[in-house]
């Protein structure tokens, strides 16, 4: 299964929330792959905390310059041999594969998705991935992107059929996150637009879109309890938000969960294990919302077409 991870906006917790969804499908034995194809900022490997490629891999090495021709084999990391982090480490022995393909440090300036070498690479990338790995997970830059122009060109359903490819949407519990989301969806030179011209039915591509909302707050027992006027005023702004992700069609429909606000994240991007959780650190709550991402995500009938 190919699945890219995109937002509108940078910020939402793309990178954060894929990089813990991929450590949480190989706790559950699926062998993940996890590429770092945000050509702005490369953040994964600070994120499974792999030193040598804290700000991506030497130029030369990575996505990017394989993208561009200049490598014929872009890094693999095995992320629990290679972490720095003790706790990650120590799962090594269970769960399935987890491998990082960082970008370059520096990034990749000037590619074009009108390159068809380009588009052919990241195409024969991804299936060789995806033959060895049963989820690869592309972190693509935000916005109406070229890597998200590359990645929808080189899995266009005619090019790899019978192939599983998902698009994951991540934005944040806000008013214009909401609008931006649905922006790259629905929007003009949006995934759906874009999609359609490259040979996907609309009810196909939209079949494969799910949104993920991160960091939402919850209006809590106490909240409610206090029956005071922040707790009403946070009531209604939640369902006012409700009502307008079902209007603009990121309701519970096309949603595949959401993860609560967590201060260890507000804090510091990184992989929340469990050990955070029985220290008392993060709360548990964020590991079951990665946990159920990660069932969701593998669960067939979450894509089965309605
Ligand atoms: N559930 C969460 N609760 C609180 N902060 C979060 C949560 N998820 C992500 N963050 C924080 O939000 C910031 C942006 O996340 P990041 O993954 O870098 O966004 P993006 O990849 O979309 O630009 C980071 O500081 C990250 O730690
Ligand atoms: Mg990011």
Redesign the pocket.
């Known amino acids: 299964m190919i699945v890219f ?1 995109t ?1 509108d ?12 969804l991929a450590y949480r499908l190989g706790l559950r034995g699926i062998s993940t792959a996890y590429l770092d194809f ?1 050509f702005g ?1 490369p ?1 994964a490997g600070a ?1 499974f905390e792999i030193g040598s490629v804290e700000r991506g891999t030497q130029p030369g090495n990575g996505l990017h310059s394989y993208l561009r021709g200049h490598n014929s084999l872009p890094q693999r990391i095995d992320v629990r041999a290679s972490t720095n982090r003790d706790g990650l480490r120590r799962q090594r022995s269970r769960g399935g594969k987890l491998v990082l393909l960082p970008g370059d440090e520096g990034g990749g300036e000037a590619m074009s998705a009108n390159d068809p070498q380009v588009v052919r690479r990241c195409r024969e990338l991804l299936l060789d991935l995806d033959a060895t790995f049963k989820v690869v997970i592309v ?1 693509l830059s ?1 916005g109406r992107s070229v890597a998200m122009q590359i990645a929808l060109e080189a899995t266009r359903p005619q090019d790899m059929p019978g192939k599983q490819v998902a698009w994951l949407v ?1 934005h944040r519990w806000t008013r214009q996150h909401l609008m931006a989301a649905q922006g790259l969806v629905h929007g003009p030179k949006g995934l759906l637009k874009t999609g359609v011209e490259l040979g996907y039915a609309p009810d196909e591509m939209l079949s494969r879109i799910r949104f993920v909302r ?3 707050p919850r209006v809590t027992d106490e909240h409610a309890a206090s029956g005071g006027p922040q707790a009403a005023w946070l009531i209604k702004q939640n369902d006012a938000l409700r009502s307008l992700a079902a209007e603009y069609r990121l309701g519970a429909g096309a949603l595949l969960g959401e ?12 992989i929340v294990l469990d050990a955070d959780v029985n220290a008392g650190i993060a709360h548990r709550a ?1 590991v079951e ?1 990665f946990e159920e991402l990660a069932r969701r995500l593998w669960d067939r009938s979450t894509w089965v077409r309605v």
Do not use: F, I
């Open positions: 991870a937002s906006k940078g910020g939402t917790g793309r990178s954060v929330t894929s990089c813990n945000d900022s953040t994120l972190d935000a991540y991160t960091a939402v993860t609560p606000v967590e201060p260890v994240l507000q804090w510091r991007e990184q964020t919302a």
